[in-house]
T-cell receptor
């Protein structure tokens, strides 16, 4: 089955700096790669996603890059703010009939300090 | 709650007891999923269902059971065979078509053992 590794497990940056979180996946058939933000005790919220036919996607301060050959994808957050502090999860999936099974990374706890 | 309602928010299980977690969605989504999240860990797939009266095991199905008698409902039973049930349980659903990869999560149920 799919295996997703995520690094680093914790990341501390100063407000205004950039943060980068990296993930690798094992199944070359995976074709969808979402990133979720989860605040303590809350549900995961989708913040950005990318499909395998695209190399990069940007949404304001957040961007995701995908390298299919190397089977890795990364989340980039620029101009970090205190409200960016949360746990971030990457995931990979491939379609199975009408379902889409996600395999998650183990998460990165991002702390933005003032 | 974004169209997916999980109840209860907190649940306590006694030794040898089966407990059922509720998940209801009004998004008219075909596919539904159950994930387990342990502290400091990513989400792991327990079961998923692509359509009414159909469901498949995920990566950690042992000690759990599900049913899908209605499109809107996908309850999860944690049986006495699950020896370490303490975790945060999240239900999700996906639409069909081009948006079928995007998973919408409920607010979760936190299960503890007495």
């Amino acid at each position: 089955g799919e295996n997703v590794e995520q690094h680093p497990s914790t990341l501390s940056v100063q407000e205004g700096d950039s943060a980068v979180i990296k993930c690798t996946y094992s199944d070359s058939a995976s074709n969808y790669f979402p990133w979720y933000k989860q605040e303590l005790g809350k549900r995961p919220q989708l913040i950005i996603d990318i499909r395998s036919n695209v190399g990069e996607k940007k949404d304001q301060r957040i961007a995701v890059t995908l390298n299919k050959t190397a089977k890795h994808f990364s989340l980039h957050i620029t101009e970090t703010q205190p409200e960016d502090s949360a746990v971030y999860f990457c995931a990979a999936s491939k379609s199975t009939g009408t379902a889409s099974k996600l395999t998650f990374g183990t998460g990165t706890r991002l702390q933005v300090t003032l | 709650d974004g169209g997916i309602t999980q109840s209860p928010k907190y649940l306590f299980r006694k030794e040898g007891q089966n407990v059922t977690l509720s998940c209801e969605q009004n998004l008219n989504h075909d596919a539904m999923y159950w994930y387990r999240q342990d502290p400091g860990q990513g989400l792991r797939l327990i079961y998923y269902s692509q359509i009414v009266n159909d469901f498949q095991k995920g990566d950690i199905a042992e000690g759990y059971s599900v049913s899908r008698e209605k499109k809107e409902s996908f309850p999860l039973t944690v049986t006495s065979a699950q020896k370490n049930p303490t975790a945060f349980y999240l239900c999700a659903s996906t639409a069909t078509g081009v948006a079928k990869n995007i998973q919408y999560f409920g607010a979760g149920t936190r299960l503890s053992v007495l």
